[in-house]
DNA sequence: ATGAAAGCGCTAACAG
DNA sequence: CTGTTAGCGCTTTCAT
């Protein structure tokens, strides 16, 4: 293993020199830097992580907290986390709880132990719980994406808006009466893509008011839709807003197999545009977010305050983009 | 911070007895772990990795390198990784080079100086290059997933028995001409699959051979197999294989499109039976292996190997299997 | 601008 | 079975 000294003596300076040389090039003078930046090389030094953060107290590293790294949601997510922290200079723990809410509290502990901060996507516990275990963090060193609560960073996607759109794409052409196919209750954009669904509704008697039909709560897999397409039929419903564009997947799976046409008879909305939107038939209108970004934005946020202990706990609302595809249409009478 | 003086302070023994109690419970008598182990409890310890690792040389962190985390296939192997490495007591670095085979090296080298072990998935290197990354890890800290190299312990799938199967299975639908559309020249796991399916197509002229028509080399997502579909027909091939499910998908896309049945006309087979498979229409009939089964193989073998430097490189080969779905029928004269 | 020296928290000899 | 001590490789005062 080469180390500071190796270097030091090929160079003929101090180890401090060669710290400093490799670590602040501007603390030392041009012809030294170059030296041992030169030796540095030569001898394939890499610096030891294990040895520079036990002295620093920084460990260079981020810690990404995801409920399932299968669910294209996620791992566009923490492919921006990962990304982005690279180009900071970090490293990043990736840690999968498998939708085990009762794994979050006890991973995001130790996680905050062993990184300089850690990015909670999509946490699955209570406002209450989430609160409790992001204030153990000192410093605020948690940085939550897909839940708001106060004093707490976050990165969010504009729920309300997104889902506003999709019901004043629907109602554009025609559909007046629409169901939700709703998500997890914990989930903090499900509550908000309600209430953007809600307002966009229109008061009550209006002329161009929605009659929206809450189906309820559904996993928020292909099954949950596929569960829940024959009680939007059932409701009446000319089209389906689904929680995700899994489940809007499991809807159009159904409406196919019951011979009901898409969008020819029934209308389907998913959200979160991700790739899998693209590969259904007929191809899904979904409410989009750039994911990488989001995970960026988490990361900036997050070094941002590593940085700059006073900063304060700003909330990051990325847009929400409706792109429309084949599988929202006409009413037909 | 807490750390072992204050443990050790706090259960009135010294700190190497603290380090012991928590490390090596054996070694401690009973009466004093308890003790020891309360404390650490009550004063919320969490011991220090650098410091740890600084001094023992081990830093408790594998890494795995991915092309892309978007990809589902990645996404499950990185899954099992991350899961069978937490069991084993290991953190894991994901690190994900956007499909950019320049900067595989350059990112395993970095990985190896800062983990114990490193898994680098479906390398996209030459297999010269990949052997040059991997020969500079001391006693074989890197493991091989979808590569299979002499000296370089791996996991793979049996993908050569894998297509084999397809293609008997296709054969005894009554296809007699069936095109592969190929997958990266530097995959090995195309190179093993297309050997596979000319095993298995027999010796020419044979009552039942299969006319294998090779379609070359398409990007192995869904536009690859859009591209490919009216190659595939031209041919006059009954059934199409694809490098893997997105291809097929965009084969079925493509055929679709025409007013091509499937599988009434012409069937469609894909390879990693992904979850994407299912969400086809019709769903996809796919070889697959259980990715995550596949990237805990290969943690098994690296903290195998890390345990026991004594450890020969073993390869192991997870098996494969023919996931019969509604998009392989029966030929129509 | 550079060097000397201390010490981060822990584990591993070595004593006892 | 337990305590003492040294030191992992690095960063960071404090001198010079």
């Known amino acids: ?68 790294l299968e669910n294209p949601y996620f791992a566009s997510v923490a492919k921006g986390v990962q990304a982005r922290a690279r180009e900071h ?16 509290a006890e991973e995001v502990r130790t996680l905050l132990a062993q990184t300089d901060g850690v990015i909670v996507a999509s946490p699955r516990g209570t406002d209450r719980e989430v609160r409790e275990l992001v204030e153990r963090a000192p410093r605020g060193r948690a940085v939550l994406v897909n839940r708001r609560i106060d004093g707490v960073p976050s990165v969010t996607a504009d729920d309300v808006a997104g889902a506003a759109r999709a019901l004043e794409h629907l109602r554009a052409l025609g559909h007046r009466r629409v169901a939700y196919v709703g998500g997890p209750e914990t ?6 893509r309600r209430e953007g669904l809600r307002r966009a509704a229109g008061a009550e008697g209006a002329v ?25 039929t059932g409701a009446g419903a000319t089209a389906v807003v689904a929680y995700n564009d899994l489940v809007a997947l499991g809807v159009e799976q159904r409406l196919r197999e019951r011979g009901i046409a898409v969008p020819g008879q029934v209308s389907v909305v998913g959200f979160d545009d991700t790739f899998v939107a693209t590969l259904a038939s007929p191809p899904l209108t979904s409410v989009g977010t750039d994911l990488r970004a989001v995970g960026a934005a988490a990361v900036d946020l997050l070094v941002e305050r590593l940085t700059d202990p006073d900063a304060v706990a700003s909330h990051v609302v990325r847009p929400t983009e409706l792109i429309v595809r084949a599988s929202t249409g006409t009413v037909v009478a």
Do not use: K
């Not at 008011?209 to 569960?227: E, T």
């Open 208 to 232: 161009d008011a929605v009659d929206l039909v809450d189906l309820g709560v559904f996993r928020p897999h292909v099954q949950g839709g596929y569960s829940a397409a024959d009680l939007a």
């Open 187 to 192: 989930s903090w954009s499900d509550r908000m």
């Open 1 to 68: 293993m080469v180390t500071v000294r190796d270097v030091a003596r090929a160079s003929g300076v101090s180890i401090s020199t060669v710290s400093r040389a490799l670590s602040d090039p501007t603390r030392v003078a041009a012809a030294t830097r170059d030296r041992v930046q030169a030796a540095a090389r030569e001898l394939g030094y890499e610096p030891n992580r294990a040895a520079s953060g036990l002295r620093s107290g920084r460990t260079a590293t981020l810690g990404v907290v995801v409920p399932d």
């Open 89 to 104: 200079g970090y490293g990043v723990f990736v840690v999968d709880i498998e939708e085990d809410a009762s794994r979050e």
